[in-house]
RNA sequence: GCGCCCGUAGCUCAGUUGGAUAGAGCGACUGACUACGAAUCAGUAGGCCGCAGGUUCGAGCCCUGCCGGGCGCACCA
């Protein structure tokens, strides 16, 4: 075997280890020149059109920590869906007719008896106040059987865009989007598209769906049973089980409407929602859905595959959907529908103290605890990033305090959401993440402030480097620098901590491409982190300014620049910026 | 009851389709700022990889059983 590889490209020889293993020896000098110079993104793209949906918060309260994992996860997944090259378009689904959107119009209505004009002259945080709100109607629900009846009627009059309650529905759920965008675009996150159920259930999408379900014979008439009077699907793996599509009473369940649109993902429902501008920033503008003819000629949907960042507690619905889709013979498209699904995030019993909730005696026993929006449990990520902020303005200021007070509070938010962004992604997305606020506020070790510190004291080894020698190190690159180099006078230490820091910075695309085809976004994120300090500890036993040897500091100031270059990238892919100075 | 997931250092976690001596961070302990920024770096200690079988030349990883924990299995979303 060892004789056969002898002739491949870029291998210098290929040895016999012994034990089964052959050692494959690269042509150094090449590799070094091929990686610092020549090779771009070898990546391309496979596909005609990616959709990502992601976030999807209930429109009724304010955004906390699991939603945050949810974001940054699908957010991730696009960049680097991007960085591939790939056509990838993304969605934040709303579901503005839901009964939680409901429960808050019910709590308005009954409990607060606030008029729609009274509603808009809330102050302070709006999404905050609904969350509040969302847990007293919870209990007073649950206590209240009359109430529920109540509810009911409120619902179905959503449902069918009745006023003032569908009024009420669109005003808070459109308030409470905002909040969520708002939040989001502190961390870097953007969408596309947000789709509305409202929109699906006017322009009757499910209505079609059913056609063709019924038509396929991919869900029945129950007749008997518990689900008599009802259109059922039975699973494929399970045929004992059978899944409520159509209740008796003629409405659709969540199940099915979510099946309607997966349809229109893949453009297979023959019928596109109309849109309008809902916000624009930096010439991005996000587009929401419309029952209505708006006049703007904008298309979405119509992808040839689809991920779906859901938690990990509806891969049986998932399931569903998918199975719909193989039902009515597009198997291709079920096949390309991925369900995304990570762990979700609970609660240490320290931070639960933190957040001033009621717990009863059974939850005080537990190890971690489960967030709940009815109940109030859970980090609101506004709270989180406000207290990331607070502390790095602390740092900074006293770290930098001849920096502007703009510019200190600037540095302090990408740290923040540095912070928050590497936190959710270092962990596999099937580890439950008991979050602490020690550990989240944390900026020394495994940390998103670490990396960009990284990047920056590089940085500033560039702009010293440009004042004392007066040019800056792009001036200076060049392939001639390794020709004329001899990587032999290198002492050993020297060689083999350098060979070590390029070959694993030249990993970063083959990091990328594993973290889409598993879905693993902690690989990258260690990988960064490694990457980081390997590069921290090289520059520390290799100056660059200190030494005379002028071939030897531009050959590591090269050496630097690549990995810098590499580390920029990797955070961009983890939607981590990289502050002027820290 | 059935299905899925987790169990690796005191704590939180990695461990690449089974591969060479199981790795990080935090915490603990030692060192390094008159220095390209100490949010850093160098080092020390700390492991029956939940338990028991099996497959394999080789198992933290695959199979079976058990123990412990979590989540699903709605005419809720």
């Known amino acids: 075997?060892?004789?056969?590889?002898?002739?491949?490209?870029?291998?210098?020889?290929?040895?016999?280890?012994?034990?089964?293993?052959?050692?494959?020896?690269?042509?150094?000098?090449?590799?070094?020149?091929?990686?610092?110079?020549?090779?771009?993104?070898?990546?391309e793209a496979e596909e005609k059109k990616i959709i990502v949906e992601h976030t999807n918060i209930n429109p009724n309260k304010a955004a906390h920590v699991g939603h945050l994992r949810n974001a940054c996860l699908g957010d991730t997944l696009v960049r680097c869906l991007r960085y591939k090259g790939e056509n990838v378009e993304v969605q934040n689904y709303i579901d503005d007719t839901g009964v939680q959107v409901v429960d808050v119009v019910y709590g308005f209505l009954k409990l607060e008896k606030k008029s729609l004009?009274?509603?808009?002259?809330?102050?302070g945080k709006f999404d905050y106040y609904c969350w509040d709100l969302y847990t007293r109607v919870s209990r007073y629900l649950a206590e209240n059987e009359e109430a529920q009846r109540e509810k009911a009627e409120v619902l179905k009059r959503i449902e069918h865009g009745l006023s003032p309650e569908a009024d009420y529905a669109d005003y808070i759920s459109k308030k409470i989007v905002r909040a969520h965008l708002a939040t989001m675009k502190r961390l870097s996150i953007t969408y596309d598209v947000l789709p509305c159920e409202s929109s699906i259930l006017r322009l009757k999408f499910w209505d079609k769906a059913f056609q063709m379900l019924k038509e396929r014979q991919a869900i029945y008439f129950s007749q008997e049973g518990e689900s008599a009077g009802c259109w059922v699907m039975k699973l494929e793996d399970e045929p004992e089980r059978e899944k409520i599509i159509v209740r008796s009473d003629g409405t659709v369940t969540y199940v099915g409407k979510d099946i309607a649109y997966q349809l229109w993902k893949f453009g297979l429902l023959g019928q596109d929602f109309y849109y309008l501008p809902f916000e624009e920033e930096n010439g991005h503008r996000v587009w929401i859905s419309s029952a209505e003819p708006t006049g703007y000629d904008v298309h979405f949907g119509a992808a040839s595959k689809v991920y779906n960042v859901i938690d990990v507690r509806q891969s049986y619905l998932q399931k569903v959907v998918v199975q719909g889709l193989k039902s009515l013979g597009f198997s291709e498209q079920a096949a390309r529908s991925i369900h995304f699904s990570y762990e979700m995030v609970a609660l240490s019993?320290?931070?639960?103290a933190e957040i001033n909730v009621e717990l009863t005696e059974e939850e005080k026993d537990k190890s971690f605890l489960e967030v709940s929006g009815r109940k109030g449990i859970g980090?609101?990520?506004?709270?989180?990033?406000?207290?990331?902020e607070e502390k790095a303005l602390a740092e900074v200021t006293s770290r930098n305090p001849e920096l502007s007070q703009d510019g200190r509070r600037q540095i302090a938010r990408q740290i923040a959401a540095a912070a928050v962004r590497y936190f959710m992604l270092k962990y596999a997305r099937n580890s439950l993440i008991v979050f602490d606020f020690d550990e989240a506020l944390n900026f020394e070790?495994?940390?998103?402030?670490?990396?960009?510190?990284?990047?920056?004291?590089?940085?500033?080894?560039?702009?010293?480097?440009?004042?004392?020698f007066g040019f800056a190190p792009e001036k200076i690159i060049s392939p001639e620098i390794i020709e004329n180099f001899d990587l032999q006078a290198l002492t050993p230490e020297e060689s083999r901590d350098f060979w070590e820091l390029l070959v694993y910075a030249a990993g970063l695309d083959e990091e990328v491409l594993r973290a889409i085809a598993t879905l693993e976004f902690a690989g990258l994120a260690k990988f960064t982190f490694n990457l980081c300090q390997k590069v921290n500890s090289f520059y520390h036993n290799y100056p660059v300014l200190a030494e005379k040897n002028e071939p030897l500091r531009n050959f590591r100031l090269l050496t630097l620049n690549y990995v810098h270059q590499v580390i920029c990238q990797a955070l961009d892919l983890m939607g981590i910026q990289v502050p002027e100075k820290m």
């Open 117 to 123: 004009e009274e509603l808009e002259k809330i102050e």
């Open 445 to 468: 070790g495994e940390t998103g402030p670490y990396l960009q510190y990284t990047a920056v004291r590089l940085r500033s080894i560039f702009k010293k480097f440009a004042e004392r």
């Open 379 to 388: 980090v609101k990520a506004d709270d989180l990033l406000d207290r990331l």
């Open 349 to 352: 019993p320290k931070s639960v």
């Open 1 to 43: 075997m060892a004789e056969q590889l002898q002739d491949l490209e870029g291998i210098e020889k290929v040895g016999v280890a012994g034990a089964g293993y052959l050692n494959l020896y690269l042509n150094r000098r090449n590799f070094a020149r091929r990686k610092l110079f020549e090779e771009k993104s070898s990546l």
